[in-house]
């Protein structure tokens, strides 16, 4: 019996200090201040054009190439994801290409002034410098590392925007007088006789051209055959194909593609991959798009630039 109540005794002792040793090893929990979200009001996209700003553009004197002019004007989408106390966070998408943004936001009196930087990684990065007014994001961007065939300042003006996906978004009226593919020229020889008899050869640039077909038919609600598509040219295949995607926000990198849709309102870049956003009637027509353009032709024309 005496020998019962010691082990009692004992047992009791040891869950008593071994609680006390829990109590002593347990720390106290750390209090950690989540960072204050401001400017909730700023938040999403803000778009318009990134204009190139050609008198920053120095050539040596021994470069007589004009390669930096190729840089022209491109619609442009900053994302403002989130602003913690000073510090802003985002992306710039642009020319097909999606990058992240960090920086400083800075209030003097009523104004709002942000400094967003991109990595640095690739040779097209730099730093945006902008302010907010009247709803309105403005301002510059500036190329880290200039080069040959980037304009190394840049102008931009945005207005905040909403994406909204409509399958029946089309392509803009203000594009038929010129539905041109400027980027890819061949050149055609044509052979002229003067009064005196004598030949003389010139060269001239002629260009693909869609016709307004691209203005009615319409990849994301149509359910689209080889009958309905077989008239139709290269470019207007091409140019409803892509019209898919521009409907979802892609960034087009080829810049020909981007001035197709640029003209349109509607069209805000956001991604430069939109895969996973396509229906299943848009994939099944963009599958046989892509077929038809193996064998289509194209329609040239000239003109005066």
Not at 258 to 263: D, S
């Amino acid at each position: 019996m005496k020998q019962l109540l010691l082990a009692a005794c004992l047992l009791t002792l040891m869950i008593s200090c071994k609680k006390e040793d829990e109590m002593k090893n347990k720390a106290p929990l750390a209090y950690v201040e989540v960072p204050k979200e401001s400017h909730k009001e700023l938040y999403g996209l803000w778009t318009g054009t990134l204009q190139p700003e050609y008198d920053s553009y120095v050539r040596n004197e021994d470069d007589t190439t004009d390669t930096g002019y190729e840089d022209g004007p491109k619609k442009i989408t900053i994302k403002i994801n989130r602003i913690h106390n000073d510090s802003i966070f985002g992306q710039s998408i642009v020319g097909g290409n999606q990058r992240p943004l960090k920086g400083i936001l800075t209030k003097m009196g009523a104004n709002l002034f942000v400094t967003l930087d991109e990595p640095g990684k690739a040779k097209d990065d730099g730093r945006f410098e902008l302010s907010f007014t009247n709803d309105t994001l403005h301002g510059s961007w500036i190329i880290y590392k200039p080069n040959k065939k980037i304009i190394p300042k840049k102008k931009l003006k945005l207005v905040q925007k909403q994406f909204v996906y409509n399958p029946h978004f089309m392509l803009s009226k203000e594009l038929d007088d010129a539905i041109v593919e400027w980027d890819t020229p061949l050149q055609r020889q044509d052979t002229v006789t003067d009064e005196d008899g004598e030949e003389h050869i010139y060269l001239e640039d002629i260009y693909r051209v869609a016709s307004d077909e691209i203005f009615h038919i319409n990849a994301s609600t149509d359910t689209l055959t080889e009958e309905s598509l077989k008239n139709l040219r290269k470019l207007d295949l091409e140019i409803v194909r892509n019209c898919v995607f521009a409907r979802h926000g892609y960034s087009f990198k080829k810049s020909s593609l981007r001035y197709f849709f640029e003209f349109s309102d509607w069209y805000v870049p956001v991604s430069n991959n939109v895969d996973k956003d396509l229906t299943v009637l848009e994939k099944q027509n963009i599958a046989l798009l892509k077929r038809m353009e193996e064998y289509a032709t194209d329609h040239y024309d000239t003109f005066g630039r």
